[in-house]
């Protein structure tokens, strides 16, 4: 099956098992190139800088401030290349292709540096167990083109419900944006308050990273290649509200995880509902009221109607 004949297959099917070598390499990789969004760009609150996004051809930086000028760098998984480029015209571009990590990341800094952006990156991944130098990863070599691109297919469809439930949201909210180091899609909403000291503990991450995500009270929600045979939608509160774990959330396939201290939605209920984005948007809702009505969030104020200005 080719992929624009999968192009009608609007949830698509990619169980994790099935791709598991090529996540992990993807990983490493986007965590490089996210790296370099992080080398340049200013802090945001919450890390909101280092970030990607969801585009018509895979995962970018966006524009990345250098100098005068900008540059970006773009996953694009319908061609199978990285796109690097800068505001003064230059363009490079990498095939994505089965190659160790050390060599995708010696090929990304040659790129950087022939567009006059040279870039020196932390050398390890963060929020994995084994976190091996790049320069030093030959283990993870894989790249199917086929499993990338339906990955990217599941962020396209992630990425339009979220941004969709975001829409209901005239608070302090979160883009709906990729983070490399744990490799998911995430929104996040916050009560306007300041949150106790976050205890960190992420793996080959420093306490004081997660002190700055989790500064303010939130709500927050995403999804992750993981946590089930296709991967799993999430939502958890911080701080977690007394009750959380007990609220009644939908739809039936829903439940708590008391070691993630989240709830979880496996991927392939959404896909195959009868109705994928009502499903999803349920899940997203029902477990937002409970973080919201459990910590006492002032919603009128906090929410909206996104379609307040459609009769005019």
């Known amino acids: 099956m080719t992929e624009s004949s999968l192009a009608g297959t609007v949830w698509p099917r990619?169980?994790?098992?099935?791709w598991t070598e090529t996540r992990d390499t993807l990983h490493m990789w986007v965590q490089i190139v996210g790296k370099v969004r992080l080398a340049h760009a200013p802090l945001l609150n919450h890390w909101w800088q280092v970030a990607l996004y969801v585009t018509p051809r895979g995962l970018t930086t966006s524009a990345v401030p250098?100098?005068?000028?900008?540059?970006d760098i773009e996953f694009d998984f319908a061609d199978h290349v990285l796109r690097l480029r800068t505001s003064d015209g230059g363009a490079r571009r990498i095939a994505l292709e089965s190659m160790p990590v050390a060599v995708f990341h010696a090929r990304v800094g040659q790129a950087l540096e022939e567009l006059g952006v040279p870039?020196?990156?932390q050398d390890r991944p963060n929020e994995v167990e084994q976190a091996v130098p790049f320069s030093e990863d030959y283990e993870h070599h894989t790249y199917d083109p086929r499993a990338a691109w339906l990955f990217w297919q599941q962020l396209l469809q992630a990425d339009r419900v979220l941004g969709a439930f975001?829409?209901?949201?005239?608070?302090?909210?979160?883009?709906v944006h990729f983070f490399w180091g744990a490799m998911d899609l995430a929104c996040t909403r916050?009560?306007?308050?300041?949150?106790?000291?976050?205890?960190?503990?992420?793996?080959?991450?420093?306490?004081?990273?997660?002190?700055?995500?989790y500064s303010h009270e939130l709500s927050s929600c995403g999804f992750w290649p993981g946590g089930g045979e296709e991967g799993a939608?999430?939502?958890?509160?911080?701080?977690?509200?007394?009750?959380?774990?007990d609220s009644p959330v939908t739809p039936s396939e829903a439940?708590?995880?008391?070691?993630n201290g989240q709830f979880l939605l496996p991927y392939e209920a959404v896909r195959t509902a009868a109705d994928p984005d009502r499903t999803l948007a349920g899940?997203?809702?029902?477990?937002?009221?409970?973080?919201?009505?459990?910590?006492?969030?002032?919603?009128?104020?906090?929410?909206t109607d996104p379609g307040r200005w459609s009769d005019r």
């Open 119 to 121: 870039t020196t990156i």
């Open 233 to 245: 939608f999430y939502a958890y509160a911080y701080p977690e509200p007394a009750g959380f774990a």
């Open 190 to 213: 916050f009560s306007g308050r300041r949150a106790p000291r976050h205890p960190g503990g992420a793996p080959n991450c420093g306490d004081w990273v997660m002190e700055e995500g």
């Open 166 to 175: 975001r829409a209901h949201f005239v608070g302090k909210v979160s883009p």
């Open 66 to 71: 250098y100098g005068a000028g900008a540059f």
């Open 283 to 303: 899940f997203l809702r029902s477990t937002y009221v409970a973080a919201a009505d459990g910590a006492g969030w002032d919603r009128a104020a906090l929410e």
């Open 14 to 18: 990619l169980r994790v098992d099935d």
């Open 255 to 259: 439940f708590y995880s008391g070691p």
